[in-house]
């Protein structure tokens, strides 16, 4: 019974059913000097799969004391369902189809565009220095290095997934999904989130004494589902072992980052963002909880994402924000918080989160948040949420009363339809053609996913091997 009452009051919690953030009675804290910085991103997990989200069967108790010790959003939004034009938003501060960056199946020779500023370009101004640890997935090629985009330091690998293990297929010289230190491929030993858990708590030793920014990118919990035997044995009985066993050391991992700066005596004015790149996964196991959709669709089980900001110098602990927001905030709230100037012409389409934690204020950062892959589109405005899917239709539904997205209001709120309609074409003209776009048979698939959840029932495929199967 008492875990039925908790995951009713989780439930309750994630819903969002407010859509204007809670006052806060903040009190003002003395200004501790600049933060260090460090975005700690995870890719493809399940809106539901924390401790902090509600999940009663995957334990992730060093992430849930990161919550407890910060703010929790339950509206915060990625700027894309799928890795590349999320990170690609993520760490530019803009909306990516701006520059090209729409779609996930990046080109060999292309990447995110050259003219663009990243995050550590702007803290680099800012006199921080700066690491990747992790995936990248933002171009292969040296011109899109990390490097090349204003960090100092790089240890991960360059494609979109890898094993969790060392594979001398892949661990050589030139191979996008090796591990590089910097541009130079290095051989290296045990799990692969424990690496770059292990750098992680390296980089933050060497780099003690300065102000840093770490963007920590682990790849889990992508596919492949590869976990350590100890973990599988700890999981033995769990119905998804492999996302228990890999949750757990992704767990362990944030754990041994922030002990090692409580130890350094650093945590408190570190400023932590913790997120996933997109919604989970129908490969991965992932549970999106109340939501429609995962990643790859517009619906909010592909985009909207556990979001988690720690400054516990600056910021109230244990608050719930349920205001509208994006990743895309996390630049100016970067800028911001290492004090930079936000009033020059950056262009970014993100928005400082810091005054509206500081302050008592009733607004959303955002009134608007836009998503566009190709032939799928999405406008949210406060409550509501239209879905456009070309040459085929639209829905509108309600989030405050439907976060399930099932009830379309098409018909009985003419005009929102034609508010959020407009809004969306309006953004639009100020968007690039694509770059490039995803390999047709993706394309089908997604669009069939699209047109089945439009309408309320299971897709016939959502993979190009199952449509391959439903077409013979
Ligand atoms: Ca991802």
């Known amino acids: 019974m008492f875990k039925l009452i908790k995951w009713l009051l989780s439930l309750l919690l994630l819903s969002g059913c407010r859509s204007a953030p809670e006052i806060s009675s903040q009190v003002t804290k003395p ?80 990447g995110l565009d050259t003219q663009q ?29 990390p490097r090349r985009r204003g960090f100092d330091e790089f240890y991960g690998f360059l494609a979109g997934g890898r094993s969790y293990f060392p594979d001398e297929r892949v661990d050589q010289p030139g191979n996008p999904r090796a591990i590089l230190h910097n541009e130079e491929q290095i051989a290296f030993s045990g799990y692969l989130t424990d690496y770059f858990g292990d750098r992680a708590v390296d980089f933050v030793q060497q780099h003690k004494d300065e102000r840093f920014f770490m963007y920590l990118a682990f790849n889990a919990v992508h596919t492949p ?147 566009r892959k190709d032939k799928m589109a999405a406008v949210r405005a406060r409550n509501y949420k239209l879905i456009r899917l070309d040459d085929y239709g639209y829905r509108l539904y309600d989030l405050d009363r439907d976060l399930a ?11 929102q339809l034609g508010q959020l309609k407009h809004a969306l074409e309006k953004w639009e003209k100020e968007l690039e053609i694509p770059r490039w776009l995803e390999e047709p048979e993706w394309n089908q698939v997604t669009y069939e996913i699209h047109q089945a959840l439009m309408e309320n029932r299971a897709p016939k495929y959502i993979n190009p091997r199952e449509m391959k199967k439903y077409s013979n």
């Open 405 to 415: 997205e099932t009830i379309d209001l098409r018909k009985d709120s003419i005009a």
């Open 225 to 371: 589902m590869e976990a350590k035997a100890e973990h599988l044995q700890k999981f033995r009985d769990h119905p998804r072992r492999e996302l228990a066993a890999m949750t757990w050391s992704l767990d362990e991992n944030v754990g041994k980052l922030v002990t090692k700066l409580k130890k350094e005596n650093l945590y408190d004015n570190t400023l932590i963002f913790f997120l996933s790149d997109n919604g989970g996964a129908t490969n991965n196991q992932s549970n999106m909880g109340p939501l429609k959709g995962w990643k790859g669709n517009k619906f909010e089980g592909g985009q909207r994402v556990p979001f988690i900001m720690s400054w516990p110098a600056r910021l109230s602990k244990g608050r719930h924000y349920r205001g509208l927001i994006s990743s895309l905030d996390i630049v100016p709230t970067a800028i911001a918080a290492a004090g930079g100037d936000l009033s020059s012409n950056l262009q970014l389409d993100g928005i400082d989160l810091l005054p509206y934690l500081l302050t008592q204020t009733v607004t959303a950062p955002h009134t608007h948040l836009f998503w």
């Open 117 to 145: 500023k990243t995050i550590a370009d702007y803290l680099k101004q800012l006199g921080y220095y700066s690491v990747v640890i992790g995936k990248w997935h933002l171009g292969l090629t040296p011109a899109y290095y």
């Open 31 to 110: 200004d501790p000097g600049l933060p260090n910085i460090i975005v700690i991103l995870i890719d493809d997990a399940g809106y539901a799969d924390f401790g902090f989200m509600g999940s009663t069967d995957l334990e992730t108790p060093n992430i849930d004391v990161l919550a407890k010790d910060g703010v929790v959003f339950t509206d915060a939004h990625v700027s894309a369902s799928v890795c590349a034009p999320s990170r690609a938003g993520l760490i530019t501060g803009r909306y990516q189809q701006r520059f090209g960056s729409e779609c996930n199946s990046i080109p060999l020779g292309m």
